[in-house]
């Protein structure tokens, strides 16, 4: 698995634990389909949520930024639904 995202300088600020969170949810998210991931994606953020983790807007907003770095407009695209998604269901 690359973690070169987490060197990005616009996560420079985020605690250290929130980054070794999305470490593990990009490990364990890697080879789902995008039917799978938003499950899997609202069962994180639960979790997250009970052992006290929650990201601001901003954060979750470079989080994305980050994450759509070198990817396909497919896949940018396929990352903004599935976003879109979490929203409507919160």
Same mark, same amino acid.
């Given at each position: 698995m690359d973690t070169n995202w987490q060197n990005?300088? +616009?996560?420079?600020?985020m605690d250290?634990?929130?980054? /070794?969170?999305l470490q593990n949810l990009a490990e364990q998210g890697t080879g789902k389909s995008a039917?799978?991931?938003l499950p899997f994606l609202m069962s994180a953020a639960a979790r997250g +949520?009970?052992?006290g983790l929650q990201f601001t807007s901003d /954060?979750?907003?470079t989080v994305?930024?980050?994450?759509k770095m070198g990817k396909s407009?497919?896949?940018a695209a396929k990352l903004d639904r599935i976003v879109s998604l979490m929203k409507m269901i919160r």
């Open positions: 990005d300088p +616009k996560l420079a600020g250290k634990t929130k980054l /070794e969170m039917s799978d991931m +949520k009970s052992n /954060e979750i907003s994305l930024e980050v994450l407009p497919q896949e």
